[in-house]
């Protein structure tokens, strides 16, 4: 199973508005409402922010939003805030009764 | 507050075993999966594994299959992850994870914070 494709690095300015895309294929995200996001400061264990594609955990704030459309899911943050500078890994359950996870994207707040 | 603390650092030679611990706390610990993720230095995380500690049923991702053995203690609340012959290969970060409420399509909620695992000669 190949890892997800994410962009290396997304940056933006304090206030503006990110999106992290996340392309599969029909035998994960396409074929899937299992779409999960993680956030992962250096040093840090993965925390979750998006589940089910667009579902928040209780306690993430509502900034966070995902979708997904086709074989690519997408993680936007708005309002952007210095303290979302982190990784951010996409993860689909697949086909294979598996999950695979994306090789991540930095975000870089400027 | 749902915990999951994982055992400390390890530092082995090639060739040698190994089993790391993560034990919950704070929840029904035979209600959720639990699953094990490698991540090597500077990437991502890789999912390995899961253990329903309820009926001990596992699932492997063909990747990890035959190289780990993933097992329980319910009687401790703990889930392991064990190498019988550890490669320089092996050399990550591993984390366990508790999924959400449910099968084992869920996704990972609540990690533990992880245990280095070094193999060198």
């Known amino acids: 199973q190949s890892a997800l494709t994410q962009p290396a690095s997304v940056s933006g300015s304090p206030g503006q508005s990110i999106t992290i895309s996340c392309t599969g294929t029909?035998?994960?995200?396409?074929?899937?409402?299992?779409v999960s996001w993680y956030q992962q400061h250096p040093g840090k264990a993965p925390q979750l922010m998006i589940y089910?594609?667009?579902n928040r955990p209780s306690g993430v704030s509502d900034r966070f939003s995902g979708s997904k459309s086709g074989n690519t899911a997408s993680l936007a943050i708005s309002g952007l805030q210095a303290e979302d500078e982190a990784d951010y890994y996409c993860g689909s359950y697949t086909s294979t009764t598996t999950w695979v996870f994306g090789g991540g994207t930095k975000v870089t707040v400027l | 507050e749902v915990r999951l603390v994982q055992s400390g650092a390890e530092v082995k030679k090639p060739g040698d075993s190994l089993k790391i611990s993560c034990k919950g706390s704070g929840y029904s610990f035979t209600s959720h999966w639990i699953g094990w993720v490698r991540q090597m230095p500077g990437k991502g995380p890789e999912w390995m594994g899961i253990i329903y500690p309820g009926d001990s049923g596992t699932r492997y991702s063909p990747s990890f299959e035959g190289q780990v053995t993933i097992s329980d203690d319910k009687s401790i609340n703990t889930a392991y992850l064990q190498w019988s012959s550890l490669k320089a290969s092996d050399t990550a970060i591993y984390y366990c994870?508790?999924?959400?409420?449910?099968?084992?399509?869920?996704?990972?909620?609540?990690w533990g914070q992880g245990t280095t695992v070094t193999v060198s000669s």
């Open positions: 994870a508790r999924l959400l409420y449910g099968s084992g399509t869920r996704p990972m909620d609540v």
């Open positions: 029909s035998s994960d995200v396409g074929g899937y409402e299992y």
């Open positions: 089910d594609v667009s």
